[in-house]
């Protein structure tokens, strides 16, 4: 068969039998080259990227590379340092022996993808009464499966972006599996300078630049698939829970989403986030923001914690609030996200990129061994009539790409992107390529037009569906411990713990105790809130913490009394009920004791006594309430009447 292939030097064409082995093929490259390096050989499908060492191919044919007749091979290299002559051949003769692993072939996959790996994700369809002629047994083309990016299939469903594999499917060459893996399909983005340059004829940037180093001028368009279809959480509670700092204070909050990959029936292929839990890292609210910090420090333990869980959890995006109370109703937020305005901001657009960057997905169709990143970005804001819902993002390949390229920065205008200035100075060099999009103008006719100096963030958002599941089957069965990092709102205690136990008599529970009480206590422990708490108190050891974790999350938790049975028997548990019956506190009294008791000093006045019981009903009940008649305002401080939901003078919640 014909082969032809086109380097620096020129195009060639050699005439090459099909079970070939590529060394032969490599030397009749390098007869072609000038001081060619063999170790540095390169090949690819395309002109530019997805570029593979021919020294990963070793021991195999034109065949198995899924070479044919007429193909056109691209192939770099960079020149010697010395001026020995490029005579011999790197690439040892095939062997019978297994040749050597790639990157991306050792890489372990989430479980979701080797799950679609294993389906071929063909559409079902049933016989069709008006146009199938053949029998129960046959098929045609009415009745005939489609393929999973069938585009008349996703335009009747309102599909906007092919899902994941169903767009590996559709740009995998239709050969053998064999030559599948050869080369990867997919190939990461990059916008940055080649360095060094593969030609190897000037400086290394930014003292000099070439045709051969520099990006390609970027086209922005909608990218036609999505890594996550949709975002599920688990049960509405975790939303509420959530919610209730910002009704309190006032103030915006941000939380890490804590859940797996699974697969989503409803897109062909589809996989959906599933989110079980929400962490909030140490943060500094504000009325329209907030301030946190990138990497944080509880980040490596948190996700330590969540494998430890019976369906092993990571982190899967984050959530944050925008809501601002609209100053003539209180009851309702203003709707400020919309087609008009903006629905990602730039800001929030570079912070995506940056944590999708952070987290990439493990992938055997890139030769990397990732590509693309599944972390979803999920924000609380109004809607059109006041209410509050869930928007879900994630931001493209080439948002990625260009903040990692560092060519882009926020604006003021939040629904607007800056393009930066291209840099050549040693220390911070930038090199910014030729950046276009394409409108439709007024005359409905599509234009090309420069991104400089900006451009409208749209062109980096892709859409992610969201919502609940219609029977909620969570993995934490209780969400009411006091959430982490909310001095002054939440505060978490030992002694809180220690007393709820002692409440639950959880240290008189045993393998025979009544199976409602175990219930009880089954169902309050299974709290992530309460699990992150416990972890860092140093009462339960790590060995004990898995199975504390495993247990209190396990499907049939509720279902079995007899679930915490192997948890009781751990050293730690042991040790943590003993504090229990030496340190939890009895509760308090709620009225003022008996005058008549001889304990009692005589001295001390009635009102003393309904003084202070009156204040520790008040601390139970929260800062707002101080009496039966009266709610103290936690941000200005005012007495309102005890009917009110909202402060008359700062118009605030009143918790």
């Known amino acids: ?38 170790a540095s050989l390169t090949v690819s499908n395309q002109p530019r990227g997805n570029e593979t060492l021919v020294s990963t191919l070793k021991g195999r044919n034109l065949q198995i590379l899924g070479l044919k007749h007429g193909d056109m091979i691209f192939v770099g290299y960079a020149t010697k340092v010395s001026q020995a002559p490029a005579t011999s051949m790197s690439i040892d003769a095939p062997s019978s022996t297994r040749p050597q692993s790639n990157i991306w072939e050792t890489v372990q996959e989430d479980t979701v993808d080797i799950y679609w790996r294993s389906k071929d994700g063909k559409i079902p369809r049933g016989r069709d009464a008006r146009f199938c002629k053949h029998g129960v047994n046959g098929m045609c083309d009415y009745c005939m499966p489609l393929e999973p990016y069938d585009a008349a299939y996703q335009a009747e469903h309102s599909i906007k972006h092919l899902s994941y594999h169903a767009y590996l499917h559709k740009i995998s060459p239709k050969t053998s599996s064999a030559a599948a893996t050869a080369i990867p399909p997919l190939s990461p983005l990059s916008y940055k300078v080649k360095n060094p340059c593969p030609s190897g004829g000037h400086p290394p940037w930014p003292a000099g630049v070439c045709t051969g180093c520099q990006p390609s001028a970027i086209t922005l368009q909608s990218q036609p698939f999505r890594m996550v279809d949709h975002l599920e959480f688990a049960s509405p509670d975790i939303i509420e829970r959530f919610l209730k700092a910002w009704r309190s204070t006032g103030l915006q909050r941000f939380g890490w989403l804590i859940g797996r990959y699974e697969p989503y029936e409803k897109v062909p292929m589809g996989i959906k986030a599933v989110v079980e839990a929400l962490y909030e890292p140490p943060q500094e609210g504000e009325l329209d923001g907030l301030t946190l910090g990138i990497p944080w420090e509880d980040e490596p333990r948190v996700r330590e914690l969540a494998k430890m869980s019976s369906a092993p959890l990571s982190i899967v995006g984050y959530i944050f609030t925008d809501l601002d109370p609209d100053p003539d109703d209180r009851t309702k937020n203003i709707y400020k996200r919309h087609p008009h305005s903006f629905f990602v901001s730039s800001l929030e657009a570079i912070f995506a990129a940056t944590i999708q960057k952070s987290n990439p997905t493990p992938s055997r169709s890139s030769p990397s061994g990732a590509f693309g990143s599944r972390m979803v970005t999920a924000i609380l804001t109004a809607t059109e009539d006041g209410k509050v819902d869930i928007s879900a993002y994630q931001v493209s390949e080439q948002a990625c790409a260009m903040v990692d390229a560092d060519m882009i920065e926020a604006s003021v205008e939040p629904g607007i992107v800056r393009i930066k200035e291209e840099d050549r100075s040693q220390d911070a060099a930038r090199y910014v390529p030729d950046v276009f999009f394409r409108y439709k103008n007024e005359y409905n006719l599509e234009v090309k037009k420069t991104a400089k100096p900006c451009f409208p963030v749209e062109y980096l958002l892709v859409n992610v569906t969201h919502g609940f599941p219609q029977s909620p089957s969570p993995l934490f069965r209780s969400n009411q411990f006091a959430i982490e990092n909310r001095p002054g709102l939440e505060d978490q205690h030992i002694e809180d713990v220690l007393r709820t136990l002692a409440r639950l008599d959880a240290p008189h529970l045993t393998s025979t105790s009544d199976a409602s009480k175990r219930l009880e206590l089954a169902k309050w ?59 939890a506190p009895s509760l308090p009294s709620t009225s003022a004791p008996d005058l008549s008791s001889p304990h009692i000093d005589e001295d001390i006045p009635q009102d003393v006594f309904d003084q202070i019981a009156a204040e520790e009903t008040a601390r139970r009940e929260g800062p707002g309430a101080v009496g039966s008649g009266v709610k103290i305002c936690p941000h200005c401080t005012f007495e309102n009447p005890q009917g009110e939901t909202d402060c008359e003078v700062c118009g605030l919640p009143l918790g």
């Open 1 to 38: 068969m014909a082969v032809s292939f086109r380097s620096k030097d020129g195009n060639f064409r050699f005439e090459l039998p099909s079970t070939a082995d590529i060394s032969v093929l490599v030397n009749k490259i390098l007869e072609t080259t000038v001081d060619a390096d063999p």
């Open 525 to 583: 422990l299974s709290d992530w809130h309460l699990l992150a708490f416990l972890e860092t108190t140093q009462l339960v050891s790590k060995v004990d913490m898995k199975i504390l974790v495993s247990t209190v999350t396990s499907p049939s938790l509720l279902l079995d009394p007899s679930a915490l049975n192997t948890l009781f028997k751990t050293e730690s548990w042991q040790t943590l009920m003993t504090f229990t019956q030496e340190s």
